[in-house]
């Protein structure tokens, strides 16, 4: 079982807001772990969106909008991208990440459809 | 504004190497951590080695240790990744990336990547 498992897939209308949820193997807890965030277009590199551990430790890199935040959902032991007034410009992949042992372990992706 | 530039893919056959290169500018290149992510054509994206801003701590997925290195040339601005016995599962875009975080070597700036092929 991977460490990070993510949807494969996330349609939302815009205007709407859409969650993407990245669950960590059972056994570890998602509490201490920063939750990176990451979205790729087609044809281009992973752009870094944000990270997330706690309201007290969190980042929202340059440019990103504020309609693009992080949280976890310590009940279903998951890290969140919450993306809200969806623009078809969002459309995309969307990728978690985090530190664990001594690597930094990807979830395998969201596709986000915007329609 | 940060450029990677990653250069070095190509057509390598099962059991060959090749060394991949990432030019770096636009930051203060001998602070970051640096670190090498790959993607196989359709999938998702696998972290595989970091380096620290001097040189001194490096880590690898466990698929690519003994085979791959990671170093770099701060006088150059240069990030490496020699990757000798190539498989066919190690065909993928390679990216190169930055990390501007002080505690952490996440990667936030990243190159466009060059492409793998391994084939015979």
């Known amino acids: 079982q991977p460490v990070l498992t993510q949807p494969s897939s996330l349609s939302a209308s815009p205007g709407a807001s859409a969650s993407l949820t990245c669950t960590l193997r059972?056994?570890?807890?998602?509490?201490?772990?920063?939750i990176y965030w990451y979205q790729q277009k087609p044809g281009s590199p992973p752009q870094y969106l944000l990270r997330?551990?706690?309201?007290?430790?969190?980042?929202?890199a340059s440019g990103v909008p504020s309609r693009f935040s992080g949280s976890k959902d310590a009940s279903a032991n998951a890290g969140i991208l919450l993306i809200s007034g969806l623009q078809s410009e969002d459309e995309a992949d969307y990728y978690c990440?985090?530190?664990?042992?001594?690597?930094?372990?990807f979830g395998g992706g969201t596709k986000l459809t915007v329609l | 504004e940060v450029q990677l530039v990653e250069s070095g893919g190509g057509l390598v056959q099962p059991g060959g190497s090749l060394r991949l290169s990432c030019e770096a500018s636009?930051?203060?290149?001998?602070?970051?951590?640096m670190t090498w992510v790959r993607q196989a054509p359709g999938k998702g994206l696998e972290w595989v080695a970091k380096?620290?801003?001097?040189?001194?701590?490096?880590d690898y997925v466990d698929s690519v240790k003994g085979r791959f290195t990671i170093s770099r040339d701060n006088a150059k601005n240069s990030l490496f990744l020699q990757m000798n016995s190539l498989r066919a599962e190690d065909a993928a875009v390679y990216f190169c990336?930055?990390?501007?975080?002080?505690?952490?070597?996440?990667?936030?700036?990243w190159g466009q990547g060059t492409l793998v092929t391994v084939s015979s």
């Open positions: 990336a930055s990390s501007y975080f002080s505690d952490s070597s996440a990667p936030t700036g």
């Open positions: 636009g930051f203060t290149f001998s602070d970051c951590w």
């Open positions: 380096i620290k801003g001097d040189g001194s701590e490096k």
């Open positions: 059972s056994g570890i807890n998602v509490g201490p772990y920063r």
């Open positions: 997330y551990k706690s309201d007290s430790d969190k980042h929202q």
């Open positions: 990440m985090t530190y664990h042992t001594t690597a930094w372990v």
